[in-house]
């Protein structure tokens, strides 16, 4: 029976060691749960490590992933609209200067004091000391307006373009001998003359200088006209062939390509009972055309005129502007080649003169190449401005101005992309094949960033951009002109052309501020959509990572609840003996 009791008595007791260890089991299970309802409300997160979301676990990293790329983006976007800032910013000076400077050029102009000349020249200098200064702007430890160049000083310092720095001219030099290459011996490069019968001729032996023949009408019906063409390199003549007597009031004019491109006419008037050559009154270059003597004879005198009306009038004021181009419009500064006064053609010398723009640019692309002068394509006015690259008897670029070509010699290094898209440089006097040229950047295109997905923004910007350049070289005219109180015509005739090239400068910055500003939206606009996005991808990671505080809540009262009764069952099975079971 003892046996019995022993055998019942110990499996009763077995079944109580079980009962409290499944319970001691369901308490630690609970306490467990507690602990991590007590780590979920106090981190808001569901778990501490991605294995505690489970299968979720995938998702939540994909969603982290994209909301790092959008970091990375958000990053790129305050960038470069830090830059632009700064860019805008600086174009809002350089248009402010051009507005300014091109009002102040008219006044200078019109008839008044003195002190509206020298204003325009003390502006000058004040606005193009502030715009270089604007210009060699950094953000960072880059320069903004030097295109890809980010590391060079894109502009000279104004008191180095004007004056030059040490052995190298400044844009006062370069004026004055390109001046002194389109006056010539005082008439613009240009004479006319007669056969002392019944031809007269007018001819152009200045080359790339002076006042070139652009053509001659006439509505008269006793003269036959040949328009310009090239004589002997570099002469361009023009005639009119009489065969009778002009009648009173009939008109002939001659018109001429200044120095800058500009056109201007002389008009002769015939008549029998005015003096040859004598002004027409309230007609700007028009003069009287006497029909009493030699024709010929009388419209040589007139043109000669004519001629030396231009000159004196017009003839500063446009050189100056061309003089302006030679040094800001090119890759490498030119200047007449050889002796000014005869010179025929231009030389590209970055050895002698000051180069004012460092930064990164494009290289021009020529129409075509030629062996020699004598293959190139005529002259035409349609191809006006079309360049080829020249072959022999030298390296040289030649520039059709509408009528004949102005050939620049290259200087060795100098760079062309021709027509089939290969890269040329001058070498030793030829055009050497460097191979297909790279894809040449706009100067918007010199910067690109990535700041989304697929999508890339350039917001480059280059002190040599049109509107820029032009408002520079206005303001820089201005200064280095000559200039000379006892006689401001010359200084007037460039202040004039000055004006009009900075009024036109500064429909250029507005044009560059607006494309910029569209730049300006694009990256506010994606900035915004990834923010939104951002949202989406942050609702969608916390309804994986995040908790619903009601839901914890509760459900940890619950475990509580659970483990005091846990904690109860146990402190009764603990009481438990054979005597209160019996």
């Given at each position: 029976m003892s046996n019995s009791l022993l055998t019942t008595g110990t499996y009763l007791?077995?079944?109580?060691?079980?009962?409290?260890?499944?319970v001691r089991q369901d308490i630690s299970m609970v306490r467990s749960s507690i602990m991590e309802a007590q780590t979920q409300i106090s981190s808001g997160m569901k778990a501490t490590s991605h294995g505690g979301l489970r299968a979720d676990a995938t998702a939540a990293q994909q969603f982290r992933h994209q909301m790092g790329r959008l970091d990375g983006y958000a990053g790129t976007i305050g960038i470069a609209e830090s830059r632009l800032s700064i860019v805008q910013a600086s174009l809002s000076v350089i248009q402010t200067s051009s507005s300014a400077l091109s009002m102040q050029a008219k006044q200078a102009v019109a008839p008044g004091f003195v002190q509206d000349v020298r204003m325009a020249r003390v502006l000058g200098k004040s606005n193009l000391e502030t715009m270089v200064s604007k210009l060699n702007t950094t953000h960072g430890s880059r320069y903004l307006f030097s295109g890809a160049e980010i590391d060079n000083r894109p502009v000279a310092t104004a008191a180095s373009m004007i004056?030059?720095?040490?052995?190298?001219?400044?844009?006062?030099?370069?004026?004055?001998l390109r001046l002194e290459a389109d006056m010539g011996t005082g008439n613009g490069r240009v004479a006319a003359g007669s056969?002392?019968?019944?031809?007269?001729?007018?001819?152009?032996?200045?080359?790339?200088?002076?006042?070139?023949?652009?053509?001659?009408?006439?509505?008269s019906g006793v003269a036959t006209l040949t328009q310009p063409t090239a004589g002997v390199f570099p002469a361009v003549t023009a005639t009119v062939d009489f065969t009778g007597v002009p009648a009173n009031g009939e008109r002939f004019t001659v018109t001429f390509t200044m120095p800058d491109g500009d056109s201007r006419e002389i008009t002769l008037i015939a008549s029998n009972a005015q003096a040859n050559g004598s002004a027409v009154s309230g007609s700007e270059n028009t003069y009287y055309l006497s029909t009493v003597g030699v024709t010929a004879d009388n419209m040589r005198d007139a043109i000669d005129k004519g001629i030396s009306g231009l000159v004196s009038s017009a003839l500063t004021g446009h050189s100056a502007i061309a003089a302006g181009n030679d040094f800001f419009d090119h890759q490498v500064a030119r200047i007449p080649s050889g002796a000014a006064a005869t010179a025929t053609g231009h030389a590209f010398d970055s050895g002698t003169v000051v180069s004012w723009y460092q930064g990164g640019d494009a290289v021009q692309t020529v129409s075509g190449q030629a062996a020699n002068a004598a293959a190139l394509p005529a002259a035409a006015a349609a191809n006006s401005g079309q360049t080829y690259l020249v072959d022999a008897p030298a390296a040289m670029i030649a520039t059709s101005n509408g009528v004949s070509w102005d050939f620049t010699a290259a200087e060795d290094g100098?760079?062309?992309?021709?027509?089939?898209?290969?890269?040329r440089v001058a070498n030793g006097g030829a055009w050497n094949d460097d191979g297909l040229a790279p894809a040449q950047d706009s100067p918007r295109d010199s910067v690109r960033s990535k700041v989304d997905d697929g999508l890339y923004l350039s917001y480059g910007a280059q002190a040599n951009e049109a509107g820029i350049r032009d408002t520079l070289k206005g303001a820089a005219l201005l200064v280095a002109a000559a200039y000379d109180e006892a006689d401001l015509g010359a200084f007037k005739q460039v202040a004039w052309e000055a004006g009009s090239l900075l009024s036109n400068a500064h429909e250029a910055v507005i044009s560059q501020r607006s494309d910029i500003g569209v730049v300006q939206e694009r990256l506010e606009a994606t900035r915004e959509r990834q923010k939104d996005y951002e949202v989406v991808l942050t609702l969608q990671l916390d309804a994986i990572e995040g908790i619903d505080d009601f839901e914890v809540s509760t459900r940890l009262q619950d475990l509580l609840a659970r483990l005091e009764a846990s904690y109860s069952i146990t402190a009764r099975l603990s009481q438990m003996n054979l005597a209160s079971y019996l």
């Open positions: 007791n077995v079944s109580t060691l079980g009962q409290n260890l499944r004056e030059g720095s040490g052995s190298q001219r400044g844009l006062r030099e370069v004026v004055a056969d002392g019968l019944d031809t007269t001729t007018i001819t152009h032996t200045g080359g790339a200088f002076g006042m070139k023949l652009a053509g001659i009408s006439t509505n100098i760079r062309f992309i021709d027509d089939v898209g290969h890269m």
